[in-house]
């Protein structure tokens, strides 16, 4: 593909040889002859000299080599994943039912839809057009898939829970098991609430590999069009999560926490259930929240703090273990002034 059709293809600008032939797209410092690179940050500036890659992609000319031809763009790493789209063949299973799958006579089925082996489809399911169904998936009674869905092996899909469009399950996902919800008895076991509600995945969205969303005890566990969830995340039952919002792997949310849109919640979060957490919120890794967070708002820490504080008290951290040591020996000068003076008054 040449540099000027990749340049149209994702509405940027080329610099220098635009019939320059492009044969993939590779890191900076990695890339090769005939490959294309991009630079977003710039800690990677200093590959920029030393680079093999036939052209770079990049937000300013004065980033590029004498002679060195490149794509002009505002948001690079966004025109870099564009690219490797271009370039990108993910591997496709062919339209049909596998002999070895199991289909309920029930179950309604869009026009071009794979479903490979060793498939369950439960009674009453509702398939839209162009899905894929990766081999070893089960989808429950009752359950619906909107079109272009791509479900990798290894899912269970329960009853009654609803995908949108364009949604893609990562392997072993879970969606729509039960709710962890018991109620205690007077000798102090527990009685299991029956979880009766259902989940709903609107459009667009990205579920990471071996993440479960439970359904909700009464109505629904709701994650709304565009969100992307990581691997290994657990979403309570009865929450909800607004749209273009970011989880990152080992998210996890009690029940009935409610996430605002475009919220980033970077690794191993764990968030407290019955809150509610604004739009455009960004808490960093591992930061424990345990109550509800304004818009807008960047956190730190657990319990979580604002950001800018918990960087502060970074800051600090090697110096409190050597306080201890310091306030015992204010103490003895303390000591040692107080019974000087008292001497001296005798």
């Not at 040449?2 to 890191?27: F, Y």
């Not at 990471?208 to 109505?219: H, K, Y």
């Amino acid at each position: 593909m040449r540099l000027g059709e990749i340049a149209a293809r994702t509405g940027c600008q080329v610099i220098g040889d635009a019939d320059l032939e492009i044969t993939g797209v590779a890191q900076i410092e990695s890339a090769v002859a005939g490959e294309l690179t991009f630079l977003s940050n710039v800690k990677y500036r200093k590959y920029l000299a030393t680079t093999r890659a036939s052209a770079v992609i990049t937000d300013r000319e004065s980033h590029l080599g004498e002679g060195q031809s490149g794509i002009i763009s505002p948001n690079p790493y966004l025109t870099f994943a564009e690219a490797l789209g271009l370039f990108h063949r993910p591997v496709k299973q062919a339209a049909g039912i596998d002999p070895r799958a199991v289909v309920a006579p029930t179950a309604l089925i869009g026009e071009g839809v794979s479903i490979g082996p060793f498939v369950v489809i439960g009674d009453g399911v509702r398939i839209g057009d162009r899905v894929t169904i990766m081999g070893n998936t089960v989808v429950y009674d009752g359950a619906e898939i909107g079109d272009d869905v791509l479900i990798h092996s290894q899912c269970t899909i329960r009853e009654r829970c609803r995908l949108g469009a364009r949604v893609i399950l990562q392997n072993q996902v879970v969606i729509g098991g039960d709710g962890f919800g018991y109620a205690p008895r007077a000798d102090r076991s527990w009685h299991k609430i029956p979880q009766t509600g259902i989940v709903v995945i609107e459009d667009d969205v990205e579920i990471g590999s071996g993440t479960t969303i439970d359904r909700a005890t009464i109505g629904e566990t709701v994650i709304r069009g565009g969100t992307k969830i990581d691997n290994l995340s657990h979403i309570g039952h009865g929450s909800t999560i607004g749209r273009d919002t970011l989880l990152c792997a080992q998210v996890g949310l009690a029940g009935s926490t409610h996430i605002g849109n475009q919220v980033i919640l970077g690794g191993q979060v764990g968030v407290a259930g019955h809150l509610t957490i604004g739009d455009r919120v960004m808490a960093t890794a591992q930061s424990g929240i345990p109550g509800s967070v304004e818009a807008g708002r960047s956190i730190s820490g657990s319990p979580a703090i604002d950001h800018r504080a918990w960087r502060r008290f970074c800051a600090i951290f090697d110096e409190i273990a050597d306080w201890p040591k310091e306030i015992r020996a204010l103490r003895e000068r303390l000591t040692v002034i107080e019974e000087t003076i008292e001497r001296e008054n005798q």
